[in-house]
């Protein structure tokens, strides 16, 4: 086959993918860029369910490295929407001029590594080949929805939909009998919505949740110039590392009571933020017990059936174990007289029917199913793709008994192969957008460290992987993370190795940029 030669093939074009085509092509280099949405905007093309928002401030939530980007958008709310979100990303889009650098409606299907030529020969489904020097994966973090296999699928005679995958004619709800199934962020977000809406609505739980309350507000002037003016403390404390945020000492000891008084932050419109103000929250028991007695009495008040309350109210694993979710109204919809909660721990869902779902003890007749089952998180984007690094060993081989890799960014045996925001990274337990803007800048050092040397090839050390791994798995076993079976933890998944995927450790940025200050100890260059 003939291959097009180009110095980098970028995978997705998301916040990351655009930002790291963006820098090698300031840098002068040819970049391919490969999306399989029809535009920018990675998760927020995809996720466009009612009442999809982010979960952290939008303040927060955009790049930090372009003023000009940062200084030309305005966000309405505290809680940006996903409409608004994916008009930002577009707003980014233009003023990078990132599309002209990116095949869209394109997968990679296969990338595998060249050892004559130090390079990575990238297909796709549309029947290209390239060869690329370096291969970016951007494919994020909660990009492969898990799909509904349930025996039956389809005789449904109504839609199916998946919130992960989301329609983009807006789905009219109104008159329907609708089964949203699970109880994640994304159900979560959207049962107020469907609900507003619906004739009547079933919500099928398997695990209750701990959700936090948004409080979502419109951001006033005054708001966003307290923002502006203090910009420059938050973006040090992105550069270093340093917690942007003022914390309790990790070594606070409080009284039952000063304890009981304090998590109430989790209550005051703080939502996943708050849960960081709580020193030791997902690793001292004590603490988190007073954190999850104290959202559980917030679930029974605002519940008015006791018995619902108690079916919402989470005891199986320690808040924040899971991602805790922030919502608006998520628990006063369970007082609406047109929905329903069914509790799969009565009855397991056993077949999907012509006219609904069958549990182990009723039928269920609706018009439309939401299935809002999660996602194959960190690995799964990476995984799917055949990709196969020195002597052809698969990435899927390599991985079998859970990923192994080095800061989440790079694997020993598949050299110049840079994972952004990857499994042994801290990507989603902190603002993703800035854990890929950590990314993709210590990629980019790297490549200009082997363009100014004349290297054509990085591996990372198979010791200093090892050592890395091994750091992972002790920092998670420190912590109450892994008593949960949770998508951190692979738990979703049938078949896929639990093992804690997200960095726990605080140090993550300092340990990136003592690497790039001494050379990259760990890595290997060659050519
Ligand atoms: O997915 P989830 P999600 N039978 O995995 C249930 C981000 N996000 O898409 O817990 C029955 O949390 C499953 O039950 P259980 C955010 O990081 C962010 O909602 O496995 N039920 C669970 O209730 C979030 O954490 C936002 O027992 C089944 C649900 O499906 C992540 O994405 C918004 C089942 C899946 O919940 C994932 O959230 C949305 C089965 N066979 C998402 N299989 C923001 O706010 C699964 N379930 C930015």
């Not at 995978?11 to 840098?27: I, K, N, P, Q, T």
């Not at 006033?220 to 420059?232: K, Q, V």
């Not at 199913?369 to 899927?396: K, Q, S, Y």
Request: net charge negative; glycine share 8%.
């Amino acid at each position: 086959m003939q291959r097009r030669e180009v110095d980098a093939v970028v995978v997705g074009a998301g916040f990351a993918g655009m930002y790291m085509s963006h820098l090698l092509r300031l840098e002068g280099y040819d970049v391919q860029g490969i999306e399989a949405a029809a535009d920018v905007g990675g998760t927020w093309f995809w996720n466009r369910y009612p009442g999809a928002r982010c979960d952290i401030p939008s303040l927060l939530y955009q790049y930090s490295w372009s003023e000009e980007i940062r200084t030309s958008w305005k966000w309405s709310e505290k809680y940006a929407t996903q409409p608004e979100i994916l008009a930002y990303a577009n707003h980014c889009a233009d003023l990078l001029d990132i599309r002209p650098l990116y095949r869209f409606e394109t997968r990679v299907t296969a990338a595998h590594w060249d050892e004559a030529a130090d390079r990575w020969l990238v297909d796709t489904d549309k029947g290209e080949g390239l060869s690329a020097r370096f291969l970016i994966m951007a494919t994020g973090a909660l990009s492969v929805p898990k799909e509904p296999d349930f025996p039956g699928l389809d005789r449904f005679k109504g839609p199916q939909l998946v919130t992960g995958r989301w329609p983009h004619d807006p789905v009219d709800f109104k008159g329907k009998r609708v089964a949203v199934v699970g109880t994640g962020s994304s159900a979560i977000q959207s049962l107020p919505h469907i609900a507003a809406e619906a004739l009547q609505v079933h919500v099928f739980q398997r695990t209750p949740n701990f959700s936090l309350p948004a409080l979502n507000a419109p951001i006033s002037d005054e708001e966003r110039a307290a923002f502006e003016a203090a910009w420059p403390f938050y973006k040090q404390a992105i550069d270093t590392g340093e917690p942007g945020v003022e914390l309790l000492p990790e070594d606070w000891d409080p009284s039952d009571e000063e304890l009981a008084e304090h998590v109430k932050i989790l209550w005051n419109g703080g939502g996943l933020v708050s849960t960081v103000q709580i020193p030791r929250l997902t690793k001292d028991e004590r603490i988190n017990d007073a954190a999850c007695d104290f959202v559980r009495s917030q679930i029974r008040e605002l519940v008015n059936d006791p018995v619902l309350a108690e079916k919402l109210c989470p005891t199986s694993f320690p808040i924040s174990t899971k991602r805790a979710c922030v919502d608006t109204d998520y628990y006063v919809t369970y007082n609406r007289d047109n929905v329903t909660l069914v509790d799969l721990n009565e009855g397991a869902i056993e077949e999907v029917t012509a006219r609904g779902i069958r549990t182990a003890d009723a039928e269920y007749d609706v018009d439309i199913i939401v299935w809002a089952l999660g996602f194959d998180a960190m690995t799964g984007a990476l995984t799917r793709v055949d990709i196969r690094g020195e002597g052809g060993t698969p990435l899927r081989q390599a991985w079998y008994a859970g990923p192994a890799m080095w800061m989440g960014m790079m694997v020993a045996g598949f050299p110049n192969l840079f994972t952004i925001t990857g499994p042994g990274s801290p990507s989603v337990l902190m603002n993703v957008i800035l854990a890929g803007e950590h990314n993709v800048e210590f990629a980019n050092a790297v490549i200009e460290r082997m363009r100014a040397r004349g290297e054509t090839r990085v591996a990372v050390d198979a010791a200093a992987q090892e050592a890395w791994v091994d750091h992972v798995r002790r920092e998670a076993e420190g912590t109450l993370f892994p008593r949960a079976n949770s998508w951190y933890m692979g738990a979703n998944i049938p078949g896929k190795p639990r093992v804690m995927l997200p960095y726990v450790g605080m140090d993550y940025k300092l340990r990136l940029n003592a690497a790039v200050a001494a050379d990259f100890p760990d890595l290997r260059f060659e050519g």
